[in-house]
């Protein structure tokens, strides 16, 4: 029986090779704007509570170019209400600071304005947020009460079969397994404070 000699040419798989342009899209560029307090707050809240970073947002909402063009539309029909705006930089991609300024051009639209109203886009994320929030709050008390509840069976094993007993060591176990899931909870808890008072 011969051998079928193996042809690497026909089994060669093609795949398509980036282009500069689409490795300069991705190029982290900073930008200045100038925005609402409640904006900036708005962004580091959701980047903060939901751990993820702020460039990843900014590429999220203004390369939603439907929505950007719905956004640039409505900027244009009313008059964009003046508020005390502070100037805050950002990191994002080329790409969507490219995308920004040709939204901005083609609909006469303030790239602030632009900023500012895709930022309103994540107050019903952070509304569910609060409330999970609130949710958050009972459970880490309810996980307290159990943790207090387990060590004192603890105490009560440690003091009846001592330490040296494979049951203590089960139960020591799960408590202290217990114990930090209760402290990982805690910190996030605590780490959400900061979507109470928006």
Known sequence: MKK?????ETDE???PLPSSLDLKGKQSVRA???LSERAIDAISIVAVHLGIKQKSLFDHLIEDVQSMNLIARKIRREKTESMNRVQKTYVLSRRSLNALCRISEDFDAPRDALVEYS???LLPIIAREREKHQ???KILADME????????????SRAQLGEDDPVFSQLEN???GCRNTYNAVHDFVEKGKIIEDF
């Open 4 to 8: 079928k000699k193996y042809d690497d």
């Open 13 to 15: 798989i093609l795949i």
């Open 32 to 34: 200045t704007f100038k």
């Open 119 to 121: 930022i309103q886009r």
């Open 135 to 137: 949710i958050r709050k």
């Open 145 to 156: 009460q159990h943790l207090r509840h387990g060590e004192k069976i603890l105490d009560k």
């Open 174 to 176: 799960a408590i202290k």
